[in-house]
């Protein structure tokens, strides 16, 4: 059974072609199994206030009412989907706001056991161009959260919302959905982390040993056994 949660980057929905696309591969992959949605800017409106707190404890951080119901999903999921429409070549504030009050938990620091065992999928949307970059934001904090497997879908659609999408493009899109779905479908039999995660894991690790910049991240990795023969996969 895949649990999945959604991070909308928006709160559009029939007009959008970003969550359109989601809501595509959502049917393919969800069956009866359950979903969590969350629509920003709505359910995380704050911006990061650079306190530093959660560096040594996330809980403290002044945002962590909105936070809380959002990692407690995050942390349950098989499947992470977060969907972003291009603003100026990048992913919208909203997003950039939200992955800023993740930074304690990138491997260079407190990263979670859990996210070594999870997919993501990343969609992107634009009218003209950007999807790459788009993509490319959010593809960082996966990667440095330590998540398995990175799927990404970004796609020009040449329209201005979805309704103005052409139906051959969108009949493109299903059958290339459709296959992607498949292989991430394919790949939850077996999570594993990639060479390049686990490469980064070892690099962090010793960076940790040697440096021992952040007295909190040290026990962290301390009290995991991380520095010893345990590891997060």
Known sequence: MMKIT????????????????????????????EVRE?????DMPEFCKGCWNCFTDYRKCPDYGYLKPILEAMLEADLLVFTAPVYVYHVPGQVKAFLDHFGYQWMAHQPRKEMFHKQ??????????????????????????????????????????????D????????KEIDRLSAGIKETDKHVTPSMKTKALFYVMRFMQQK??????????????????????W
Request: hydrophobic share 35%.
């Open 6 to 33: 959604v991070i909308y980057a928006t709160q559009r929905k029939s007009k959008s072609s970003t969550y359109n696309i989601a809501q595509r591969f959502i049917r393919n992959l969800s069956e009866q199994n």
């Open 167 to 174: 139906e051959k493009r969108k009949l493109k899109l299903q």
């Open 38 to 42: 969350f629509f920003l800017p709505k």
């Open 211 to 232: 440096f021992k910049f952040n007295p909190a991240d040290v026990h962290y990795w301390e009290s995991l056994g991380w520095f010893e023969k345990e590891r997060p």
């Open 120 to 165: 993501a999928l990343l969609i992107s949307t634009a009218a003209g161009a950007g999807t790459r970059s788009a993509i490319r934001d959010l593809k960082d904090s996966m990667t440095f959260w330590g998540i398995s497997r990175i799927h990404t879908f970004g796609r020009n659609v040449y329209g201005s919302d979805w309704d103005t999408v």
